[in-house]
């Protein structure tokens, strides 16, 4: 078994209050900054709990989606370091998408992407989340609105075209003005009745270059983009777990306590 490190947290990337704050200042909500714990990583995280509850803060102030959706606006090529630098430099959408779902873990939500091929040829992004749906809490929830309008405005701006997405959801717990509200904003159809969330980009957007494609920026982010996800796998006490039941061909015999010893 791999050496575990001393010091596991609940991380998440500094870019997720970046965009909160800003929509806090846009929307003008008082701003508080999240306490920081003692136990950060080495690329700059915020503990997950203190953002968490910053959002449902804001979401008191100022009701859901407006939050999200603004937060989401301010997104850049910088917010998340090299995640979203490597994304707004790939040289088409499909590399956009699929280098998102494997580098998903980098921003530290408990949020994770899947990527699937349809035989039609389009993209479909899986948004898992380790709750069940009936058992969501209102910050899973608000996380969940955030997670997938920010990837949706990453795509609309690193688009040099217009991209019509589609959001599959469960249901829908907005009401119809918000709904249409947010596909005007967003340049996206919501549909409801979706067993899983998930993003849907069809196959006539996947292959056009992005605006701000560029080569050797893509590279050069996305091997520090490998090296932050193998630091983050070593200290996050979810990824460790969720890495531990992975390499497990069956969980009905593992208990807290096995995977207690696992972390050390």
């Avoid at 499909?94 to 992407?113: E, M, R, V």
């Avoid at 899973?140 to 920010?150: R, Y």
Wanted: proline content about 3%; overall charge neutral.
């Amino acid at each position: 078994m791999n050496k575990k490190p001393n010091k596991k947290n609940l991380s998440i990337n500094t870019g997720w209050y970046k965009l909160l704050k800003l929509s806090a200042e846009y929307l003008n909500i008082e701003c508080i900054d999240p306490k920081h714990t003692s136990d950060n990583i080495n690329f700059n995280s915020l503990d997950v709990r203190s953002v968490r509850n910053f959002q449902r803060y804001l979401t008191e102030q100022k009701s859901d989606p407006l939050v999200s959706i603004t937060a989401a606006k301010f997104v850049n090529p910088l917010s998340f370091g090299h995640f979203s630098l490597c994304l707004w430099t790939a040289p088409n959408l499909l590399t956009l998408l699929t280098t998102a779902c494997d580098y998903s873990k980098s921003l530290g939500s408990p949020i994770k992407l899947h990527f699937k091929m349809t035989l039609k040829g389009d993209a479909e992004i899986y948004i898992i989340q380790h709750e069940p749906y009936d058992k969501e809490t209102v910050i899973t929830q608000l996380g969940l609105n955030l997670f997938i309008s920010t990837i949706i405005e990453i795509i609309n701006k690193t688009s040099d075209y217009s991209v019509v997405s589609h959001i599959m959801l469960p249901s829908w717990p907005f009401s119809d003005t918000d709904k249409k509200w947010i596909e005007n904003e967003t340049n996206c159809n919501i549909h409801t009745g979706s067993a899983m969330r998930k993003i849907i980009i069809e196959r006539r957007y996947l292959y056009t270059e992005l605006k701000d494609r560029d080569h050797d920026v893509y590279t050069t982010s996305l091997n520090a983009l490998r090296q932050q996800v193998i630091d983050l796998e070593s200290n996050d006490i979810r990824l460790l777990v969720y890495n531990f039941l992975d390499k497990q061909s069956t969980l009905i015999d593992i208990n807290g306590t096995d995977i207690a010893s696992y972390l050390g």
